[in-house]
């Protein structure tokens, strides 16, 4: 098993930034963000295959949003600028075993935290 954990969230006014994190409990080879407003699907917002280094991300946010990674400290940052009030939800880090990148489906993640609250107002 792996344990994935969120932090970095908060308020934030429109056309701020912030710099989510998630650490995993161990080095694991695709990690993901994903989003979550009440009455909606969760939604896939950047992934990254660490190996290649290679990142794909939802239409929505690119532009706006970079994902890295940290090999050394098994940790995922997600870089959000300009945010806007569509980017409020509950943001959540997943990750999975994969021979090569994953895409942006929560089907396909084995592992998620408990989320980590991004608010922006206007």
């Known amino acids: 098993q792996v344990q994935l954990v969120e932090s970095g969230g908060g308020s934030v006014q429109a056309g701020g930034s912030l710099r989510l994190s998630c650490t995993a409990s161990r080095y694991i080879y695709c990690m993901s963000w994903f989003r979550q407003s009440p009455g909606k699907e969760r939604e896939g917002v950047a992934t990254?295959?660490?190996?290649?280094?290679?990142?794909l991300y939802d239409d929505s946010v690119e532009g706006r949003v970079t994902i890295s990674a940290d090999v050394a400290s098994n940790s995922v940052f997600l870089e959000m600028n300009i945010l806007q009030s569509e980017d409020t939800a509950m943001y959540f880090c997943?990750?999975?075993?994969?021979?090569?990148?994953?895409?942006?489906?929560?089907?396909?993640?084995?592992?998620w935290g408990q989320g980590t609250q991004v608010t922006v107002s206007s």
């Open positions: 990254m295959y660490i190996p290649g280094s290679t990142t």
């Open positions: 997943a990750a999975a075993w994969c021979p090569r990148a994953r895409g942006l489906s929560a089907s396909e993640y084995d592992y």
